[in-house]
């Protein structure tokens, strides 16, 4: 009787008692790292809002132009808050991949690789975004200025205009970078970047006939001009 006990309830009882050792280690490291990981984003977040505020984060931001973008999400009080949040949660993803990395298992060293081999391209795409915004908005002043100094009619539609053009396309090459879709994105910018050049172009020939023709003459005047001296010299 004593045999049959130790060989059919006291032995797998052990192991089964050992396989939650094994599992429960791991899981109280995991779960350590999660709760000093929460910890270290606050502070870093708290940290991070205190620089950047002292630094007058949200001036630079207001003067490049992305700072309206950001309050528009209405996800971020100012964007000194923005900044901290992503410090944050830079900080909690590292601590979540090191967390994954302390479960040593072969479907959390695998997620692990992936996402760090993903890591270059989230960076490019995160610089091409930052760098795109700025030359978007840049452009859209710029032509602001240039077309308001040229006293045109409709001088804030043709900066948005440039703004979403210049934003539409830094998202495609974000999206690309990012290797989401790359075809469709691709085929889709080029088939709505085509059309809005023929809408247009068809819109100003038919809109702006004779401000077409009276240009083309006062710049063809010039040359027609010194053709003829030239011909008679």
């Keep these: 009787m004593p045999d ?26 995991v779960l350590l790292i999660l709760v000093v ?7 870093v977040r708290r940290v991070v809002f205190r620089l950047l505020t002292l630094m ?12 309206s973008g950001i309050l528009r999400t209405r996800a971020f009080a100012t964007p000194s808050d923005f900044g901290a949040r992503a410090a944050q949660g830079a900080v909690w993803l590292f601590m979540v991949l090191l967390a994954l990395s302390a479960a040593n298992t072969a479907v959390t060293e695998a997620l692990v690789a992936r996402f760090v081999n993903y890591i270059p391209n989230l960076v490019t795409a995160t610089m091409v975004l930052l760098l795109g915004a700025l030359l978007s908005n840049f452009l859209a002043r710029s032509t602001l200025l240039a077309a308001v100094n040229a006293q045109w009619a409709g001088a804030r539609a043709l900066a948005a205009v440039v703004r979403v053009l210049g934003l539409l396309l830094t998202g495609v090459i974000v ?15 080029a088939i709505l970047f085509g059309g809005v050049v023929i809408a247009a ?21 010039p040359q027609a001009s010194e053709e003829e001296t030239f011909h008679h010299l």
Excluded: C, S
Excluded at 37 to 43: H, R, S, T
Excluded at 213 to 221: A, F, I, S, T, Y
């Design 201 to 221: 172009a068809i819109a100003f020939g038919l809109g702006a006939r004779d401000l077409a023709r009276d240009w083309l003459r006062e710049n063809l005047k």
């Design 4 to 29: 049959l006990l130790n060989q059919y309830f006291v032995e797998p009882a052990m192991r089964l008692f050992h396989q939650i050792g094994l599992a429960l280690a791991p899981l109280v490291t």
């Design 56 to 67: 007058k984060f949200d001036r630079f931001a207001d003067n490049a132009g992305f700072a």
């Design 175 to 189: 999206l690309e970078q990012l290797g989401i879709g790359q075809t469709a994105v691709i085929v889709t910018f």
């Design 37 to 43: 990981g929460a910890l270290l984003a606050y502070v």
